[in-house]
């Protein structure tokens, strides 16, 4: 996906990165990017170990509470 199709995403998105991931990129930079968008940092996780950690599961039962 390119910076700007990225820059049309028109619904809300969560972007949820672990703090240690070497993969994924900037979380802030990409929120940047998307319109409306949340950043969640997931401190001291990875790539593979984010989606277990309990600060991800209660972000994003927030995020999509607040969806409703």
Same mark, same amino acid.
């Given at each position: 996906?390119?910076? *700007?199709?990225?820059?049309?995403?028109?619904?809300?998105?969560?972007?949820?990165? %672990?703090?240690? *991931?070497?993969?994924?990129?900037?979380?802030?930079? =990409?929120?940047?990017?998307?319109? %409306?968008?949340?950043? =969640?940092?997931?401190?001291?996780?990875?790539?593979?170990?984010?989606?277990? *950690?309990?600060?991800?599961?209660? %972000?994003? =039962? *927030?995020? =999509?509470?607040?969806?409703?």
């Amino acid at each position: 996906m390119t910076k *700007d199709q990225a820059a049309e995403i028109a619904v809300p998105v969560l972007i949820a990165v %672990g703090k240690s *991931d070497e993969i994924a990129g900037s979380a802030e930079a =990409l929120g940047k990017i998307i319109p %409306g968008s949340q950043v =969640l940092n997931i401190p001291n996780r990875d790539h593979m170990r984010a989606v277990g *950690d309990k600060v991800y599961k209660a %972000g994003v =039962l *927030d995020f =999509l509470t607040q969806r409703k």
